[in-house]
């Protein structure tokens, strides 16, 4: 399995911001996908994920009702839309999945490179 994360860039506060990650080869109905990211000086947290074949989906706490997790299936891509964002929220992004999904964390059986996000004061 391959993962290639996309999207990133420069925002300000408030503003939306979309990022991808391409899934190639094979996710099974036990897998899960989501996203994790790191700041600078910081350790790598949690963000998001969503099981492979459902739609349940799990958030840290700063991204409730403000980020949203989503799978295309057609397309094998997942999505986190990201609205109001915050310079907090700077970070790279990482995309990750598991092959055997304990939700709602994310192992990281399987790691894209990451995409960075920074959010202007």
């Known amino acids: 399995v391959q993962l290639q994360a996309s999207g990133g860039g420069l925002v300000q506060t408030g503003d939306s911001l979309r990022i991808s990650c391409a899934v190639s080869?094979?996710?099974?109905?036990?897998?899960?996908i989501g996203w994790l990211r790191q700041a600078p000086g910081k350790e790598r947290e949690f963000v998001a994920s969503?099981?492979?074949?459902?739609?349940?989906?799990y958030y840290t706490d700063s991204a409730k009702g403000r980020f949203t997790i989503a799978k295309d299936n057609a397309k094998n891509t997942v999505i986190l839309q990201m609205n109001s964002l915050k310079p907090e929220d700077t970070a790279v992004y990482f995309c990750?999945?598991?092959?055997?999904?304990?939700?709602?964390?994310?192992?990281?059986?399987?790691w894209g490179q990451g995409t960075l996000v920074t959010v202007s004061s």
């Open positions: 080869g094979r996710l099974y109905s036990s897998s899960g």
């Open positions: 969503i099981r492979w074949n459902d739609p349940r989906t």
């Open positions: 990750a999945a598991d092959r055997y999904f304990r939700a709602p964390y994310l192992q990281g059986d399987y």
